[in-house]
């Protein structure tokens, strides 16, 4: 009875926080979720190879990756207020840029060089920050609620791209949805995005919680952080290997360009599903069992696939699938950081694992592509998928429950 008081009392006095990082945290993920409708258009005007196209998806991730950890410090000592204003437009700018592409590898590749800067300020840590510093009791919802501004983007980003580029070409695609969402989210970022660490807020007569847990230091001590790193990195690897080479992946087995991305758009759908479900579940039950089951479910999603990758039924609930853990990996990660680690230095020891995130997202999809570039096929890549999702769902299992003394409470009024 307590717990759910005091459940209520968080979202009756900060419901509005978790809603908008939701959609800050959607652009983090433009580049991830965009760039399936455009990998034929480029094809086709360039004459690019698939893996050629997902070299730039490597090259942002391999760059942002690095200043994840200075990120984090920078969060923990400014606040993710600014950063993430800051980075919501700069993210814009850099994704639009991408209609500007001339058909050099140079020319694409400095292009995702801008892409990396973008997303240097708008991944997760960011925006997890904030709102843990608000909620205790249910962090796992609020960081579900958060975090579903990706599977709000798995959903809404092929099929606008789709759109756009059937009615106006692939370069207009790049531009208009950037600038479409960025309109759309900045505004509700400035008013409603504020976390602890920020200064008063429409909610200030509530008390910001003090911040206990463990410093970098001690966390690169413990072996828990480096689970986490082997989960968060072979996750990244398989499931973005997959998410991003899902339409291609559906158009080879027959699939007509619109159908595949509607449904690739299962992925989003199902991914709030899996957010909202994860957060739950999180809040109820031990976070190393729930995310390890989590950590599970790709592996059928994939199995699917290789069984009978043509059939329109198992296309779609492979999509459903593999949309339920697409909504919950980055939940369940950062709730199990916030955890064992404590709040303290929350932003510099999640940018640990989002670093490994980073890694995984850099050469999962660039991995993908250049499997079915050279087989002609993209089973091999998911036969080894299905072995390293398992792997990545042991370390979790192997986590054990979180130390007590990380435990948040709140500053006398």
């Known amino acids: 009875m307590g717990m759910a008081k005091g459940a209520m009392q968080e979202w009756r006095g900060f419901w509005f926080l978790p809603v908008a990082a939701a959609l800050g945290y959607s652009n983090s993920v433009f580049h991830i979720y965009a760039l399936g409708p455009f990998i034929e258009p480029l094809q086709s005007e360039f004459g690019w190879s698939r893996g050629q196209i997902s070299g730039g998806l490597t090259i942002a991730a391999l760059i942002s990756l690095l200043f994840s950890i200075p990120v984090g410090m920078l969060i923990d000592r400014v606040g993710p207020r600014r950063i993430g204003l800051f980075g919501v437009l700069a993210m814009g700018v850099a994704s639009a840029l991408l209609g500007t592409a001339t058909g050099t590898t140079t020319n694409w590749l400095l292009l995702w060089v801008l892409i990396a800067f973008g997303v240097i300020w708008v991944q ?16 796992g919802l609020a ?26 070409g692939w370069r207009v695609g790049f531009v208009g949805l950037p600038v479409i969402w960025v309109a759309l989210v900045f505004p509700v970022l400035f008013f409603c995005f504020r976390g602890a660490r920020d200064g008063g807020s429409a909610a200030s007569h509530h008390a910001a919680p003090s911040l206990r847990g463990a ?14 790193v082997v989960a968060s990195g072979l996750f990244a690897f398989t499931a973005f290997g997959a998410v991003v080479h899902f339409v291609p992946i559906l158009t080879d087995s027959g699939a007509t360009s619109l159908s595949a991305a509607g449904i690739a758009s299962l ?3 199902f991914s709030i599903i899996g957010r909202l479900g994860t957060g739950l579940l999180l809040d109820r039950f031990p976070g190393h069992l729930v995310g390890g089951v989590a950590f599970l479910l790709p592996a059928v999603a994939l199995s699917l696939l290789l069984i009978d990758g043509g059939n329109p039924l198992f296309q779609m609930a492979a999509a459903a699938t593999l949309g339920l853990t697409v909504g919950s990996e980055v939940d369940v990660i950062a709730f199990l950081a916030a955890r064992h680690f404590g709040l303290k230095s929350f932003g510099a020891i999640y940018g640990v694992m989002i670093m490994a995130l980073g890694i995984g997202i850099a050469v999962g999809p660039l ?9 002609g096929s993209y089973e091999p ?33």
């Open 143 to 168: 960081f579900a609620v958060t975090l579903s501004g990706a599977s709000l983007a798995a959903v809404v980003f092929p099929m606008l791209a789709t759109w756009l580029i059937q009615g106006w």
């Open 367 to 375: 991995a993908s592509g250049m499997v079915f570039d050279s087989y």
């Open 381 to 413: 890549f998911l036969i080894v998928a299905i072995v390293l999702m398992v792997v990545g769902a042991l370390s979790l299992f192997s986590l054990g429950h979180a130390p007590q003394r990380m435990a948040m409470t709140p500053q006398p009024e």
């Open 215 to 228: 410093t970098l230091r001690e966390g690169l001590r413990s072996p828990a952080l480096y689970k986490l």
């Open 124 to 139: 997760a840590t960011v925006w997890t920050s904030a709102v843990a510093t608000r909620f205790e009791t249910s962090r």
């Open 267 to 269: 992925i989003g759908i």
